[in-house]
């Protein structure tokens, strides 16, 4: 009888930490929400600038797909893990440390925040001129905007990314050109954490070289129709225009459960 009643505390705590996370607002739209990965190898890919064309050309032939509302192509998804990098707001002084905090760090290509309709709260996002050769740009997230600048606009400040990270992950200063609304991308049981965006563009090579070692591109796509009734048109642009193959296929409720 004992060893019964433990077991029903048990389930009934279990049932309501499952009722409240499905009750959490994650800061995204998962619905109709494809994902998939590549591993990029080979010479083609190793400068940024070759990865950037492969996936500009991706991309358009994904957005002439009916059905498609949205694509891009990224380094993390949401609640899928990902890199955390120390930064450095130019002109505050330092006061312990090599950096002023740390924040989640994702590069992305234009329409990423549309993919997930991740609401813009303030400046811009990024669109296909920020590339290499134009001004290096960053998004925030509003946890970071609340922390860092509390009721200052950071629109305009710049920042020096991978501060105290060595050679491989420190960033020219970027202006901050936009704040998108938080999602929980540690989990749904976790508060917003500070985080930055930046243009797949922009990643300097040796960074990038370092992340395909490791780590595929991810592709997402938002469809107006079952999400899974697009998967061979996609996988069909991705072969014709960079001849890879795709793996992990997973809709974003998918990750989401």
Known sequence: LAFAVVLLIGAGLLIRTFTAL?????GFDSHNVLTMETALTGTKYDKTAG??????????RVHAIPGVEAAAASSYLPLDGGLGLGFIIEGRPLTSGPAHGGAA???VTARFFDCFKVPLVRGRVFTDRDDAASTPVVVINQAMARQFWKDQDPIGQRLIIGAGMGPDFLQPPRQIIGVVGDARDAGLNSDPQPATFVPLSQVGDAYMALNNTFMPLRWVVRTRVAPYSQLGQVRSALQQAAGLPVSH?????????
């Open 249 to 257: 296929v997973r809709s974003m409720d998918q990750i989401v459960a």
């Open 51 to 60: 990865i950037s064309l492969m996936a500009g050309q991706v991309l358009e």
């Open 22 to 26: 499905r009750s959490v607002i994650p």
């Open 105 to 107: 760090w994702n590069y």
